[in-house]
Nanobody
Framework: VQLQASGGGLMQAGGSLRLSCVAS????????IAWFRQAPGKEREGLSC????????YYSDSVKGRFTTSSDNAKNTVYLQINNLEPEDSAVYSC???????????????????????WGKGTQVTVSS
């Protein structure tokens, strides 16, 4: 199982960015994919989650409305679209996968903390003002 995030870079505030998370070794039918970020000196923050086969998405309150997660199951890829970038969005963004378990709402605040099984290396996003 591997996850690889990409698409980061140096951006201007107010711009948009789409990050990609390519999964290999498993299919999105069996796993939910979540996005996280961690800024220097701060705790890792769960941002979003998608369970594509059920059509379920989840967003943390801090990013709801500006971030959108989507998937392309044919490419085994999950995306994170970030609009209206802010300097506070500067962080390392990474994706993680959690196996879907009946009765467990993995795409939830609780699921983002306790439900992820595999983690990928992150991609740096830097937003200048």
């Amino acid at each position: 199982v591997q996850l690889q995030a990409s698409g980061g870079g140096l951006m201007q505030a107010g711009g948009s960015l789409r990050l990609s998370c390519v999964a290999s070794g498993f299919t999105l039918d069996d796993y939910a994919i979540a996005w996280f970020r961690q800024a220097p000196g701060k705790e890792r923050e769960g941002l979003s989650c998608i369970s594509s086969s059920e059509g379920i998405t989840y967003y943390s309150d801090s990013v709801k409305g500006r971030f959108t997660t989507s998937s392309d199951n044919a490419k085994n890829t999950v995306y994170l679209q970030i609009n209206n970038l802010e300097p506070e969005d500067s962080a390392v963004y990474s994706c993680a996968a959690g196996v879907k378990t009946p009765g467990f709402h993995i795409c939830s605040a609780y699921g983002l903390v306790y439900g992820m099984d595999y983690w990928g290396k992150g991609t740096q996003v830097t937003v200048s003002s």
